[in-house]
């Protein structure tokens, strides 16, 4: 296998879980590439600070840093959401919060999926709340007709019907994420 190009086959051990490919591996490069040069020409004046969502925007993360040709800086922020582990609940906790200061920074926020749009939510007012000179959002997915809060989302990379997804960095109990591709989740809830 070629470890560097990205590739649809079905991870054996994962086939049993998964159903259909809601996005394939080409279809998430192609479209990394192309959000990765809006975003260099959008912030060719002012290079963003990137900051991830961990952990799901691992992948994303590491694929959209490198296709963007700006000195960009990164950081991560690692959130929980109480309550059940498919829903969340808006209320989010930190667990592991930014290294740099934001004052005066572009910053750009790098999630993996916009489902109710409550974590996100928090976390702009979170981080916007510290003075960055702008706050704008790049998710690789958004899930169409889930969102309970009213969202501008600068950058999307594909709206997707509401089924519950894992790979590219989405999980269920941490598994799933080394997956190229983004497939439903039909294994047990
Ligand atoms: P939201 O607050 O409802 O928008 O969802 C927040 C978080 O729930 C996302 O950042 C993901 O970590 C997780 N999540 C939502 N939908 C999915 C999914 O389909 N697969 C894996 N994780 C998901
Ligand atoms: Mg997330």
Not at 27 to 45: M, P
Not at 85 to 101: E, F
Not at 121 to 132: C, E
Request: glycine share 6%; with cysteine.
């Amino acid at each position: 296998m070629d470890r560097h190009a990205p590739h649809d086959f079905t991870a054996k051990w994962a086939q049993q879980d998964l159903g259909e490919v809601v996005v394939s591996a080409k279809e998430v490069h192609d479209r990394v590439c192309e959000l990765g040069n809006q975003i260099s020409k959008d912030y060719a004046a002012n290079p963003p600070l990137l900051v991830g969502v961990l952990k799901g925007a691992i992948n994303f993360m590491s694929d959209l840093m490198r296709a963007i040709e700006l000195p960009v800086e990164v950081d991560f922020m690692a959130v929980s959401s109480y309550g059940a582990a498919t829903k969340t609940s808006g209320v989010v906790r930190i667990v592991k919060d930014l290294d740099v200061d934001l004052v005066n920074r572009d910053v750009l926020i790098v999630e993996d999926v916009v489902d109710s749009g409550l974590t996100l939510n928090y976390l702009r007012q979170y981080l916007g709340a510290r003075s960055p000179a702008s706050l704008e959002v790049c998710a690789l997915l958004v899930k169409e007709g889930e969102q309970r809060v009213e969202q501008s989302l600068k950058y999307v990379g594909f709206v997707i019907p509401s089924h519950f997804v894992v790979g590219y960095g989405l999980d269920v109990n941490e598994r799933y994420r080394n997956l190229d591709a983004i497939y439903t989740y039909v294994g047990e809830a």
